[in-house]
């Protein structure tokens, strides 16, 4: 009985509440007004959305098999410490790296379906720079892995990384990267990419250098 008296006593405050309410406080102009602003507020929100999705399609560029897409030129400033020259569509960024080895990836956009019959072509943008240490010790140490970003997208809007996770039928996010490559002061390497990856390129005797005692 207790529980009982407790809800018939809760539930005529809410009738009370309720016909204060009607009484008092119900016009359907209001209502109207309400719905209309929330309207526009989730409009001016899709806006926000859309203009950040252009803005990020508008840093990929098509995949064109075997072009060039960024040149890295390896300069050491210290013991396993070297400053990298990245040139990519006429910008250039310098970056600190650590270790022995280099590696890179590539956000890459793939068409499908109706998109992809039309002509839409696969795309992508230069996303990451990282060195190792030959030792599992020293780079632990160093924490050297961690990757230099080569665009200025912070990963809450990274428009890439939201596609990998909802998994699209007709635009899906795929990932090229180079790994293990390299690093000796004053080389120089060219990134090519084709449909399937990318290809590092020696483009100085150091570089071939370090490729050929890499090996």
């Known amino acids: 009985m207790q529980y009982m008296g407790l809800a018939v006593l809760v539930g005529c405050i809410a009738l009370l509440l309720l016909y204060l309410t009607g009484r008092f406080g119900w016009r359907l102009e209001w209502l109207f007004g309400w719905l209309k602003g929330c309207a526009l507020l989730v409009l001016l929100g899709l806006c926000a959305v859309i203009a950040v999705l252009a803005w990020e399609l508008a840093q990929f560029r098509p995949i064109s098999d075997g072009s060039r897409i960024a040149t890295l030129e390896f300069r050491q400033t210290g013991t396993q410490r070297y400053d990298v020259r990245v040139e990519s569509a006429g910008a250039l960024q310098v970056l600190p790296v650590q270790g022995h080895l280099w590696e890179m990836d590539v956000q890459v956009l793939r068409w499908r379906g109706l998109p992809h019959m039309l002509g839409l072509e696969d ?4 996303n990451g720079l990282s060195g190792r240490y030959l ?18 997208t912070p990963a809450w809007r990274d428009a890439w990384r939201w596609l990998d996770r909802l998994n699209m039928n007709w635009l899906y996010a795929d990932a090229f990267a180079i790994r293990f490559m390299p690093i000796a002061d004053n080389a120089r390497f060219a990134v090519e990419i084709g449909a399937t990856g990318l290809s590092p390129v020696a483009m100085n005797p150091q570089a071939l250098e370090a490729m050929k005692g890499f090996e």
């Open 135 to 152: 030792s599992l010790e020293q780079q632990r140490e160093m924490n050297a892995a961690l990757t230099q970003s080569l665009h200025a």
């Open 123 to 126: 795309g992508y943008r230069l």
